[in-house]
């Protein structure tokens, strides 16, 4: 099936720091979707984005859809301790009727 | 707290057995999805109803079926297991049949294959 690059696999930060991740594919997307989840949780939708440029916020959250529909990006300003988690990216194809295909997840860890 | 239940929250089993996960949508959504979570494959969308009827289908096996009951419940059905089948199983609802609408995620049942 269609694969999701998602990157980086892990962040270590301090407190404070911003964070940057991104997911990117070969094929075209019409809807991006950011997820967190925490352990022994469910995925939480976080942002969905649903038109190429589009940038959307969600409190310290900020998430683009690139205008190539190949690719989307997640910050996080000035991160908190409740931040840490496993984010997730997730696409839906282009007339794809096969459901969401996800990334492998950004594992983020604050240091103290 | 999502609004969706799942049913149970572990399960161990041994391979060849066959198992049935329960799904709770929140109240008023009309669609239900299923996914597997493994650490080697990640997040794999298996299949969604509407109101009862199939809608879309990903990667799930053919040992795997699901249905959606007229109250909206929906079960998985796992059959024949393997040792690869443990994973966690999440099911989540939305109000409406569209792949991109507002997806809550249950708890998840974790599956133990022995």
């Known amino acids: 099936g269609q694969q999701l690059n998602q990157s980086p696999q892990s962040m270590f930060i301090q407190e404070g720091e911003d964070v940057s991740m991104n997911c990117t594919s070969s094929s075209i997307f019409n809807t991006w979707l950011w997820y967190k989840q925490d352990p022994g949780e469910g995925p939480v939708l976080l942002i969905a984005l649903y038109k190429a440029g589009e940038l959307t916020s969600n409190g310290r959250l900020t998430a683009q859809f690139g205008i190539t529909r190949k690719d989307s990006f997640l910050n996080i300003s000035a991160s908190i301790p409740s931040d840490v988690g496993i984010y997730f990216c997730a696409g839906q194809l282009v007339g794809g009727a096969d459901g969401l295909t996800f990334g492998k997840g950004t594992h983020l860890i604050i240091q103290p | 707290d999502s609004g969706v239940t799942q049913t149970p929250k572990h399960l161990i089993t041994a391979t060849g057995q066959r198992v049935t996960l329960r799904c709770s949508p929140r109240?008023?959504?009309?669609?239900v999805y299923w996914y597997q979570q493994s650490l080697d494959q990640g997040l794999q969308f298996l299949i969604q109803?509407?109101?009862?009827?199939?809608?879309a289908k990903g990667n799930i096996l053919e040992r795997f079926s699901a249905q959606q009951f007229p109250d909206l419940h929906s079960e998985l059905n796992l059959s024949s297991l393997e040792l690869g089948d443990s994973a966690l199983y999440f099911c989540?609802?939305?109000?409406?049949?569209?792949?991109?609408?507002?997806?809550?995620f249950g708890p998840g049942t974790r599956l133990t294959v022995l």
């Open positions: 109803y509407y109101n009862g009827e199939e809608r």
């Open positions: 989540a609802s939305s109000d409406a049949g569209i792949m991109s609408d507002t997806q809550y």
């Open positions: 109240s008023g959504d009309l669609s």
